[in-house]
């Protein structure tokens, strides 16, 4: 190791007594993980490896130490639970004494594809799988040039807290952030996924309160002329997909911020659900499936090495994680203009929204804060008819900051860019809701998208929407006239207009629950 990592584990208690794998090729670590029967490879040479009971993130789980610098800036609640920095100590400590028992791999990475906002991240985990994810999706430096380290990641994925209720914390598994001392303690839970949003969580504090930075959960890419596109989205809605285009590049798929005048990645990979995959559907991301790549909680066809993208028994939630110059049509900078496009993609399920809508900014802030989409039937237990989702800021699960921080950030950045065109994108029904009509095609979507972004809708004008007001366009060259208007579509048209009154007061009313100061100074 170099002497500033060597200084930095010794100033968190991290004193190892066994080995320490520090910056591993990933050759080695498959190596290790084969070894260890951590993980097995697959036909195409991706390694696959099991999470253990827990596949996803934990929510119930996650706190934010509370002190004199955050006490006053995150918007504390349900998804932002505080605890002390006294309990954050017994933590560390804890962890600490955990990991110095045991063998450990480290690694040191870059979030954040810009010169003048990169952050070191150095992790800490015990796993060759976990530490190939940390590879995969941060961004590798030089760490023989580092000159910092500006947060460490602690993932003690085997340690349980047997006195959690003691400790008062409701689980023996737990994800802690100390955002001022810019330390993360994983404890209990081998999801690979708490690292990464931990990460973007914190800089989704850090950007906007030291820089003035807005941070978004969204993809990105950028067409020949420079012109730039965000994708928002919550999960299921084609974020991933619908910013993967030919004729485009991608500068990222998930995580990015938007300075004076420059978008840019966080990460230097891509962490894609595979539930379902093809070649056919999704040849870029099926294609990145190889050696290098890091498969969690699939199963193989019976007596094969062939990995079975419909085998859900394990979770719904089977992911792939690798580094983005795996994918064809990757803008290398991982940087691009501010945008002259915007999509807000919502699945709905209630088939009552346009294929896409043009929005005015004060629109534009309302879908941003409501962060829109359904669940439908198999997606969760005990869902049996479509279920409206709200998430602020299209994502709330990982924004410290209170919502309406960030939508005024948006706000300003339409302000001084009067050009950029906003869109709402319906992915989901249309011509009936879930259970009766049929999920849009994914090449009208597509098609939608660019004419968009060549002009074409808006030269050929645009409707409004009698229930929600929006700008619907009149025609699109290779789609079907009558799919651009939802009502059309219906045979009952009564039903149709009493579906679109019931979801556009379950907008109202989840947009409600923000004060009437804070819309007021949002939409002015």
Same mark, same amino acid.
């Given at each position: 190791?170099?002497?500033?990592?060597?200084?930095?584990?010794?100033?968190?208690?991290?004193?190892?007594?066994?080995?320490?794998?520090?910056?591993?090729?990933?050759?080695?670590?498959?190596?290790?993980?084969?070894?260890?029967?951590?993980?097995?490879?697959?036909?195409?040479?991706?390694?696959?490896?099991?999470?253990?009971?827990?596949?996803?993130?934990?929510?119930?789980?996650?706190?934010?130490?509370?002190?004199?610098?955050?006490?006053?800036? +995150?918007?504390?609640?349900?998804?932002?639970?505080?605890?002390?920095?006294?309990?954050?100590?017994?933590?560390?400590?804890?962890?600490?004494?955990?990991?110095?028992?045991?063998?450990?791999?480290?690694?040191?990475?870059?979030?954040?594809?810009?010169?003048?906002?990169?952050?070191?991240?150095?992790?800490?985990?015990?796993?060759?799988? !976990?530490?190939?994810?940390?590879?995969?999706?941060?961004?590798?430096?030089?760490?023989?040039?580092?000159?910092?380290?500006?947060?460490?990641?602690?993932?003690?994925?085997?340690?349980?807290?047997?006195?959690?209720?003691?400790?008062?914390?409701?689980?023996?598994?737990?994800?802690?952030?100390?955002?001022?001392?810019?330390?993360?303690?994983?404890?209990?839970?081998?999801?690979?996924?708490?690292?990464?949003?931990?990460?973007?969580?914190?800089?989704?504090?850090?950007?906007?309160?030291?820089?003035?930075?807005?941070?978004?959960?969204?993809?990105?890419?950028?067409?020949?002329?420079?012109?730039?596109?965000?994708?928002?989205?919550?999960?299921?809605? $084609?974020?991933?997909?619908?910013?993967?285009?030919?004729?485009?590049?991608?500068?990222?798929?998930?995580?990015?911020?938007?300075?004076?005048?420059?978008?840019?990645?966080?990460?230097?990979?891509?962490?894609?659900?595979?539930?379902?995959?093809? !070649?056919?559907?999704?040849?870029?991301?099926?294609?990145?499936? /190889?050696?290098?790549?890091?498969?969690?909680?699939?199963?193989?066809?019976?007596?094969?090495?062939?990995?079975?993208?419909?085998?859900?028994? +394990?979770?719904?939630?089977? /992911?792939?994680?690798?580094?983005?110059?795996?994918?064809?049509?990757?803008?290398?900078?991982?940087?691009?203009?501010?945008?002259?496009?915007?999509?807000?993609?919502?699945?709905?399920?209630?088939?009552?929204?346009?294929? +896409?809508?043009?929005?005015?900014?004060?629109?534009?802030?309302?879908?941003?804060?409501? $962060?829109?989409?359904?669940?439908?039937?198999?997606?969760?237990?005990?869902?049996?008819?479509?279920?409206?989702?709200?998430?602020?800021?299209? $994502?709330?699960?990982?924004?410290?900051?209170?919502?309406?921080?960030?939508?005024?950030?948006?706000?300003?950045?339409?302000?001084?860019?009067?050009?950029?065109?906003?869109?709402?994108?319906?992915? $989901?029904?249309?011509?009936?809701?879930?259970?009766?009509?049929?999920?849009?095609?994914?090449?009208?979507?597509?098609?939608?998208?660019?004419?968009?972004?060549?002009?074409?809708?808006?030269?050929?004008?645009?409707?409004?929407?009698?229930?929600?007001?929006?700008?619907?366009?009149?025609?699109?060259?290779?789609?079907?006239?009558?799919?651009?208007?939802?009502?059309?579509?219906?045979?009952?048209?009564?039903?149709?207009?009493?579906?679109?009154?019931?979801?556009?007061?379950?907008?109202?009313?989840?947009?409600?629950?923000?004060?009437?100061?804070?819309?007021?100074?949002?939409?002015?």
């Amino acid at each position: 190791m170099t002497k500033l990592i060597s200084v930095q584990l010794e100033a968190l208690g991290i004193r190892p007594v066994g080995p320490v794998y520090f910056q591993l090729p990933v050759p080695e670590l498959v190596e290790h993980a084969i070894n260890n029967k951590d993980a097995e490879l697959s036909e195409t040479g991706a390694l696959c490896f099991k999470t253990g009971i827990f596949t996803g993130r934990s929510p119930e789980s996650r706190f934010l130490v509370k002190d004199a610098e955050t006490a006053e800036q +995150i918007n504390w609640g349900e998804v932002n639970k505080p605890v002390s920095p006294e309990l954050f100590d017994q933590l560390l400590t804890r962890v600490s004494q955990y990991l110095s028992n045991i063998p450990v791999y480290v690694r040191s990475v870059q979030a954040c594809n810009h010169k003048d906002y990169a952050q070191n991240v150095l992790t800490v985990t015990e796993n060759p799988c !976990q530490d190939i994810f940390v590879n995969n999706m941060f961004i590798n430096i030089d760490v023989n040039t580092q000159e910092s380290v500006d947060w460490t990641v602690l993932a003690a994925s085997q340690l349980k807290l047997e006195d959690h209720e003691a400790l008062g914390l409701p689980t023996s598994h737990c994800v802690v952030l100390d955002l001022t001392r810019h330390i993360v303690l994983i404890m209990g839970t081998a999801y690979t996924g708490e690292i990464k949003k931990s990460i973007f969580s914190a800089l989704n504090y850090y950007l906007p309160t030291k820089h003035n930075v807005l941070t978004m959960h969204c993809s990105a890419n950028v067409g020949k002329d420079k012109d730039t596109a965000l994708f928002f989205g919550l999960s299921g809605t $084609g974020k991933t997909t619908l910013s993967s285009d030919h004729g485009r590049l991608l500068i990222g798929d998930d995580e990015h911020a938007w300075t004076e005048n420059e978008v840019f990645n966080f990460e230097g990979g891509c962490y894609a659900k595979t539930i379902g995959l093809t !070649q056919q559907h999704e040849p870029q991301i099926f294609n990145a499936i /190889r050696f290098g790549a890091l498969l969690e909680n699939v199963n193989f066809k019976p007596g094969t090495r062939e990995v079975d993208y419909n085998d859900n028994s +394990i979770t719904e939630n089977m /992911r792939a994680s690798y580094p983005i110059e795996f994918l064809e049509n990757v803008n290398p900078k991982g940087y691009g203009d501010s945008p002259e496009h915007i999509f807000f993609l919502s699945a709905d399920a209630f088939g009552v929204l346009p294929p +896409i809508s043009k929005l005015t900014p004060e629109q534009a802030m309302f879908y941003f804060i409501n $962060g829109y989409t359904a669940k439908v039937a198999g997606t969760e237990m005990g869902v049996k008819t479509p279920t409206a989702t709200f998430s602020a800021c299209f $994502g709330a699960a990982f924004m410290p900051l209170h919502p309406m921080r960030y939508a005024e950030m948006l706000k300003r950045k339409l302000e001084q860019n009067p050009n950029i065109q906003v869109w709402l994108v319906n992915t $989901g029904w249309v011509a009936g809701p879930y259970g009766v009509g049929r999920r849009i095609q994914l090449s009208y979507t597509r098609q939608l998208i660019r004419s968009a972004m060549d002009g074409h809708l808006s030269e050929a004008g645009f409707e409004k929407h009698l229930v929600f007001d929006l700008q619907m366009p009149r025609e699109c060259p290779d789609v079907p006239s009558n799919i651009l208007s939802p009502r059309k579509m219906w045979e009952n048209t009564e039903a149709y207009e009493e579906m679109a009154n019931k979801l556009k007061a379950m907008f109202e009313e989840n947009y409600a629950q923000y004060s009437v100061a804070e819309l007021e100074k949002v939409v002015g």
